[in-house]
């Protein structure tokens, strides 16, 4: 959508309805979702770690005074959308079942930290982890995962207002979930989209998430909230439909060629219509999940870790 800037902080959508917008969208600045009827609210997803997610606390009492966040939907697993949950003791925090699953066998913040804080090692893994984890605080996070659970669909109320909860993974992760409110139009997607960044599938299958983006467009929102990057629309999530698409055919043309998937992701063989994209050589984690899809592996996340790291353009 046009207008609306990128710019860190609350951006109101619709009527009791913001997005939390956290440039420049690369690992670990992703986006959540305010929406709030009467004096109830409802967080879609938190942040990488505690003191992101205090400032995203007092963008909401500035924009809903008085408003008691009762439910916290997190989107997937990823640490990044849902290390800040303990913050909000008081809520019910929703997720999918495998959702659930992941948040505890998932990378944990104290892994993390050793992967990326100051003593991690003298490699170009540990370089890479540095330059793009090394700003965020992964000290004495408790991960709370979520308190209520399901497969599918669930639809909650808040106060008047009808919330769909749409289990749309595996894709991007295992229990991706999309929340749509039909009354604004808005669909928050978590990272079933990345804009202006490369998407890294973890798991796949591919067709899955592809199915995610059309069940998008089924829902006709005329705004979609990415997981990372700006507010787009229709046409963005067709955008990175194409996007998908592309992987899925190349995936199967360079397996079936017998190339390595470091050689299939290597940011060199993008076409020039995603060659602008930020974080080109996460497409070699894209591939590593498209070539399991296709009987390779399994691969090692550490191993697939260094080749994306040695994939990076510099
Ligand atoms: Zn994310």
Redesign the pocket.
């Known amino acids: 959508m046009g207008g609306l800037e990128y710019r860190r902080g609350m951006h109101q959508l619709g009527r009791g309805t913001w997005a939390y917008l956290s440039p420049p969208g690369t690992w670990?600045w992703?986006n959540c979702g305010l929406l709030v009827d009467g004096a109830h609210g409802l967080l879609v997803d938190t942040q990488f770690d505690l003191p992101l997610t205090r400032e995203l606390l007092a963008a909401v009492a500035e924009v809903a005074p008085g408003v008691e966040i009762s439910t916290v939907v997190t989107t997937?697993a990823?640490g990044?959308?849902c290390w800040g949950n303990e913050l909000l003791p008081r809520a019910e925090v929703v997720g999918s079942s495998a959702c659930g699953l992941g948040m505890a066998h998932e990378v944990q913040p104290a892994e993390l930290a050793a992967l990326s804080g100051p003593g991690s090692p003298a490699t170009p893994l540990g370089d890479y982890m540095r330059r793009h984890f090394g700003a965020f605080d992964f000290e004495g996070i408790t991960v709370t995962p979520p308190t209520r659970t399901f497969t599918g669909q669930l639809d909650l109320a808040l106060g008047n207002r009808r919330v769909e909860l749409i289990e749309v993974g595996p894709a991007h992760t295992d229990g991706d979930v999309i929340v749509h409110m039909p009354d604004v139009g808005v669909v928050f997607a978590?990272?079933i989209l990345f804009i202006g960044g490369h998407p890294?599938m973890w798991t796949g299958p591919i067709r899955n998430w592809i199915s995610a983006c059309d069940r998008i467009a089924e829902t006709g929102a005329d705004h979609v909230v990415p997981?990372?990057g700006p507010v787009t629309d229709q046409a963005g999530v067709a955008v990175f439909r194409g996007y998908l698409e592309w992987v899925a055919d190349w995936a199967r043309k360079a397996y079936g060629a017998g190339l390595p998937y470091w050689e299939a992701g290597d940011p060199r063989r993008l076409p020039a219509a995603y060659a602008g994209w930020g974080n080109p050589e996460r497409l070699v984690i894209t591939m590593a999940a498209a070539y399991r899809e296709l009987g390779d592996g399994p691969h090692e996340l550490l191993d697939v870790l260094a080749k994306t790291a040695a994939a990076e353009p510099r």
Do not use: A, K, R, Y
Request: glycine share 28%.
């Open positions: 670990g992703s997937h990823n990044d959308h978590g990272d890294i997981g990372h």
